[in-house]
């Protein structure tokens, strides 16, 4: 789960000329290859008692594509309709309105197929942690920190998101040395990945006199938020073993093994308690005792990778590890990932409708790319 914001950094890598800005000749061209194989391999499996399962998801998906296929179908009969109406305004308008229909339906089975065919992201559905430090550029860096900040809280308000501060260390001038918040709410963590790396401020600052621009950075760390872990202990991984009571005395000790030894098999951890005088008693306050061992593990396992993932997102901060570029004297947003840019800086920063405007493409890129990928591995 964790190295699916590391994919985020990936995703910065690669050129904005990867991708046609023409998303629906991406879209056909990729669902036209998937049919092929997913034909393909349905033919080979169809006979086969033992992929049953595989079977019936690519019978869903091949019948989900031919409803496309007849949606496309429809959409090439009513364009023809629309050019043979010999400027009829009643048909040409019709024309229009059914196109506008096929086109919602062709979107709608669009989703429904790369949804079926793209492989699930289990943290998409997490809430998130995001910090936000000052990186190079001293003052001004800690005072674009500020604003960034800032705009993060005002998109959370925005998408009804639950926005908690936990850290906010703020300067004498009134910049942000680092930030971090809690969020909750709904696609958090989903949103929000994309926002991991450098993002850098081109501007002249206010207290300086010669008007020479500076270029600051600062770094955004947008982490999973862990869940309760959950702990099982199957009989098969427990071996409980009586043993004789220690204690100060008493009729019971050293007379009978009421005490347990517990072994967890897998990871050879050994809990002994004595402290009843019935063997279950003991066995049963072992197991608790060994549940809250492995969630302690298990949990410090999880910050361990948490201080991981940050290190890899944030970088060193230097200007060219940039996802995205503020150029306040152009007004213009440039984020390394899109083939346009965004501008009015001032909104952007709002974290209003510009930042989701430039989320939802982020998003948009990121399912288009995985889905590219798909056509280069072979089929399973």
Not at 45 to 66: A, D, P, V
Not at 276 to 283: A, E, L
Request: hydrophobic share 30%; net charge neutral; proline share 3%.
């Amino acid at each position: 789960m964790w190295n699916i914001c590391l994919k985020r950094l990936s995703f910065v890598i690669f050129s904005r000329r990867t991708l046609s800005t023409n998303n629906n000749t991406i879209i056909d061209n990729v669902i036209k290859n998937l049919s092929l194989n997913y034909t393909k391999e349905f033919d080979q499996l169809k006979t086969n008692e033992n992929s049953i399962e595989r079977i019936q998801y690519l019978k869903t998906i091949l019948q989900t594509m031919k409803k496309r296929d007849k949606i496309l179908q429809d959409i090439h009969e009513t364009n023809k309709l629309s050019n043979e109406s010999n400027n009829d305004d009643d048909i040409s308008q019709m024309a229009t309105d059914e196109l506008v229909r096929l086109k919602i339906n062709l979107n709608s089975i669009d989703n429904e197929i790369l949804d079926y065919v793209l492989p699930k992201e289990p943290a998409d559905n997490d809430d998130a942690e995001i910090e936000v430090a000052a990186g190079v550029g001293g003052q001004e860096a800690m005072l674009f920190a500020k604003e960034l900040f800032h705009m993060y809280e005002n998109y959370a308000s925005f998408r009804k998101w639950s926005f908690e501060i936990v850290e906010y260390d703020q300067t004498d001038i009134g910049g942000l040395r680092q930030g971090k918040a809690f969020l909750n709410g709904l696609d958090v963590f989903k949103s929000l990945k994309y926002e991991c790396g450098v993002h850098r401020v081109q501007r002249v600052p206010q207290t300086e006199k010669s008007g020479r621009i500076h270029t600051s950075t600062v770094m955004v760390a947008v982490l999973p938020q862990p869940k309760d872990i959950k702990i099982e202990l199957p009989a098969k991984d427990l071996l409980a073993e009586p043993i004789r009571a220690r204690g100060p005395g008493g009729q019971h000790v050293n007379k009978s093994e009421s005490g347990c030894r517990l072994t967890h098999l897998p990871t050879g951890i050994i809990i002994e308690r004595q402290d009843d005088r019935f063997f279950n008693s003991n066995k049963n306050i072992a197991i608790k005792a060994m549940k809250n061992k492995l969630y302690q593990m298990q949990y410090d396992e999880q910050q361990a990778r948490l201080l991981k993932t940050r290190k890899q997102q944030t970088g060193t901060g230097n200007r060219n590890e940039k996802i995205r570029t503020y150029n306040i004297q152009q007004n213009r947003i440039t984020d390394e990932r899109l083939d346009e840019n965004a501008h009015n800086v001032n909104e952007f920063l709002n974290g209003t409708h510009r930042l989701h405007t430039m989320i939802e493409q982020l998003k948009q890129q990121d399912r288009l790319q995985r889905l590219t990928e798909l056509t280069d591995k072979p089929s399973k």
